[in-house]
């Protein structure tokens, strides 16, 4: 059965759309004392009125708690768990990676490889970027990462189809061709695209630096954005360009960034002001989400260091920190429903489930929550809460490796309660579980991504200023 993320589009019909808003609309104190556990009286998760009051735009980013999670420093035993964790759940991309094509499977068994041919051009991308985080810890021989790289590049530079420079989210590994009649994806391309720059910014490599900037200036984002004023989200041979658009706050910051930093199809700078932040309300507190799973507020700042930085709307870093702490507020109040849910084991996100692949999450709720819990959702948060997230994953790592914890890491998802485990592992959520434990512990990914020129001139483009100078991590 294929899997997609055709669901995306539902629940995204069904987000709030809401004009403009900022994030942190509650007082620097009440949101201090959120973010530090001393929450206010519990109240309904929902958006909030569209007239929400907007407060005075701050000249620099107040102090909101003391332990900030980008000064948080690990101890020896910890940096060794989040290590084991990375090299395991990097051999997915090692083993499920075509020597001859470069691309990644999107899922594999958990217990290793198996007969499945379906690529993702956005595990490819986290793929590339795990390439970069292996080479710099010596995980594999340099020159055969360096090869795997040239490899992937090449082909994807002269053997797969793209439109306007856009890719297939499904490809067949062996040959690059389109599986699924999956839709050209404008996020998934974006994906793919960051670690393609990552790879042109990491490695001293002529031949790596020339097809990178070759996959990257093809790309057509004003075709993507079709006279409108927002990007659609793909586009298929058989029906044209899908209706749904990336007009609200998502995973999308990716998307708008790199078109704006394009020196060859560059996006207008009003792209970037035209999807709405719809304020959402959780005990008291007010951020910028939508009716989606929680990576929506991981997936970009996995390449694009936000910390210390914000645009006209909002600081997106402390944002993603506030979205982070009440989804684990938000589970720990089902575990009225679900008792496995506490403070050690928490989070869930778009994942496999016993009824397949599913987009759920909350708050507000989304999906049939039965007490499952994904590894990805509070690995993915490690840059936002470092001890909370960790806390969760050694708890797994204690209390159910051996079911859990297989040939590539965590299983995708597994539920206590009713002791279903799933039996894969799929490339997305290994790719935000290794990149953003290694942004935890090092920044790596950031400080190589943010090299491009790309990624620089698109954020200026966006109107992002520096509110103080960002602090490198575990300094």
Same mark, same amino acid.
């Given at each position: 059965m294929k899997r997609g993320r055709f669901s995306r589009r539902d629940w995204l019909r069904q987000a709030a759309q809401l004009a403009g808003g900022l994030p942190l609309a509650a007082s620097p104190t009440l949101i201090s004392e959120f973010l530090q556990g001393r929450q206010p009286a519990k109240q309904r998760s929902q958006p909030a009125p569209p007239h929400a009051p907007v407060p005075q735009q701050p000249t620099e980013r107040p102090p909101l708690f003391e332990n900030d999670p980008t000064k948080y420093r690990f101890t020896r035993d910890e940096d060794e768990f989040l290590e084991s964790i990375e090299r395991t759940t990097f051999q997915f991309f090692w083993n499920e990676t075509n020597p001859v094509t470069g691309l990644v499977k999107d899922r594999s068994h958990a217990d290793g490889t198996d007969q499945r041919n379906a690529a993702s051009i956005a595990a490819t991308g986290f793929g590339l970027t795990a390439h970069c985080i292996a080479d710099q810890r010596g995980w594999e021989q340099r020159m055969e990462i360096r090869d795997r790289v040239r490899n992937t590049l090449r082909f994807v530079a002269t053997r797969v189809q793209h439109e306007h420079g856009f890719y297939a989210h499904f490809l067949n590994i062996q040959n690059g061709e389109r599986v699924f009649q999956s839709e050209v994806s +404008?996020?998934?391309?974006? #994906?793919? /695209?960051?670690g393609v720059l990552t790879c042109r910014a990491y490695f001293d490599d002529a031949e790596i630096y020339e097809l990178a900037t070759t996959i990257f200036e093809r790309v057509d984002?004003?075709?993507?954005?079709?006279?409108?004023?927002?990007?659609?989200?793909?586009?298929?041979?058989?029906?044209?360009?899908?209706?749904?658009?990336?007009?609200?706050? +998502?995973?999308?910051?990716? #998307?708008? /960034?790199?078109?704006?930093?394009?020196?060859t199809h560059t996006l207008p700078p009003a792209t970037w002001s035209a999807w709405s932040r719809p304020l959402f309300e959780f005990n008291g507190i007010r951020y910028i989400s939508a009716k989606a799973p929680i990576f929506i507020h991981q997936y970009s700042q996995a390449w694009f260091d936000f910390r210390g930085r914000r645009d006209h709307f909002a600081d997106y870093f402390t944002n993603s920190v506030i979205a982070t702490k009440v989804h684990k507020l938000w589970c720990l109040e089902l575990?009225?429903?679900?008792?496995?849910?506490?403070?050690?084991l928490w989070g869930i996100t778009a994942s496999d489930s016993v009824r397949g692949y599913t987009a759920w999450g909350g708050p507000p709720e989304m999906g049939r929550i039965d007490g499952s819990v994904v590894s990805c959702a509070t690995a993915g948060s490690l840059p936002f809460l470092p001890q909370e997230c960790l806390r969760v994953l050694r708890y797994m790592r204690e209390n159910y490796a051996q079911k859990a914890w297989r040939t590539y890491g965590f299983v995708d998802a597994f539920n206590p309660l009713t002791n279903w485990y799933s039996a894969d592992?799929?490339?997305?959520?290994?790719?935000?579980?290794?990149?953003?434990?290694?942004?935890?512990?090092?920044?790596?990914?950031?400080?190589?991504?943010?090299?491009?020129d790309e990624a620089i001139r698109g954020m200026t483009r966006a109107?992002?200023?520096?509110?103080?100078?960002?602090?490198?991590?575990?300094s």
């Amino acid at each position: 059965m294929k899997r997609g993320r055709f669901s995306r589009r539902d629940w995204l019909r069904q987000a709030a759309q809401l004009a403009g808003g900022l994030p942190l609309a509650a007082s620097p104190t009440l949101i201090s004392e959120f973010l530090q556990g001393r929450q206010p009286a519990k109240q309904r998760s929902q958006p909030a009125p569209p007239h929400a009051p907007v407060p005075q735009q701050p000249t620099e980013r107040p102090p909101l708690f003391e332990n900030d999670p980008t000064k948080y420093r690990f101890t020896r035993d910890e940096d060794e768990f989040l290590e084991s964790i990375e090299r395991t759940t990097f051999q997915f991309f090692w083993n499920e990676t075509n020597p001859v094509t470069g691309l990644v499977k999107d899922r594999s068994h958990a217990d290793g490889t198996d007969q499945r041919n379906a690529a993702s051009i956005a595990a490819t991308g986290f793929g590339l970027t795990a390439h970069c985080i292996a080479d710099q810890r010596g995980w594999e021989q340099r020159m055969e990462i360096r090869d795997r790289v040239r490899n992937t590049l090449r082909f994807v530079a002269t053997r797969v189809q793209h439109e306007h420079g856009f890719y297939a989210h499904f490809l067949n590994i062996q040959n690059g061709e389109r599986v699924f009649q999956s839709e050209v994806s +404008s996020i998934d391309t974006a #994906i793919f /695209l960051c670690g393609v720059l990552t790879c042109r910014a990491y490695f001293d490599d002529a031949e790596i630096y020339e097809l990178a900037t070759t996959i990257f200036e093809r790309v057509d984002w004003l075709w993507m954005l079709q006279g409108h004023k927002t990007l659609a989200m793909g586009w298929t041979p058989e029906y044209g360009f899908i209706k749904t658009r990336w007009d609200s706050y +998502s995973e999308h910051m990716m #998307i708008y /960034l790199l078109g704006l930093g394009s020196a060859t199809h560059t996006l207008p700078p009003a792209t970037w002001s035209a999807w709405s932040r719809p304020l959402f309300e959780f005990n008291g507190i007010r951020y910028i989400s939508a009716k989606a799973p929680i990576f929506i507020h991981q997936y970009s700042q996995a390449w694009f260091d936000f910390r210390g930085r914000r645009d006209h709307f909002a600081d997106y870093f402390t944002n993603s920190v506030i979205a982070t702490k009440v989804h684990k507020l938000w589970c720990l109040e089902l575990a009225q429903q679900f008792p496995d849910y506490s403070e050690d084991l928490w989070g869930i996100t778009a994942s496999d489930s016993v009824r397949g692949y599913t987009a759920w999450g909350g708050p507000p709720e989304m999906g049939r929550i039965d007490g499952s819990v994904v590894s990805c959702a509070t690995a993915g948060s490690l840059p936002f809460l470092p001890q909370e997230c960790l806390r969760v994953l050694r708890y797994m790592r204690e209390n159910y490796a051996q079911k859990a914890w297989r040939t590539y890491g965590f299983v995708d998802a597994f539920n206590p309660l009713t002791n279903w485990y799933s039996a894969d592992v799929l490339g997305i959520d290994l790719g935000i579980t290794i990149l953003m434990a290694e942004n935890a512990r090092t920044g790596f990914v950031w400080e190589q991504f943010m090299k491009n020129d790309e990624a620089i001139r698109g954020m200026t483009r966006a109107g992002f200023h520096e509110l103080v100078s960002p602090q490198p991590l575990n300094s």
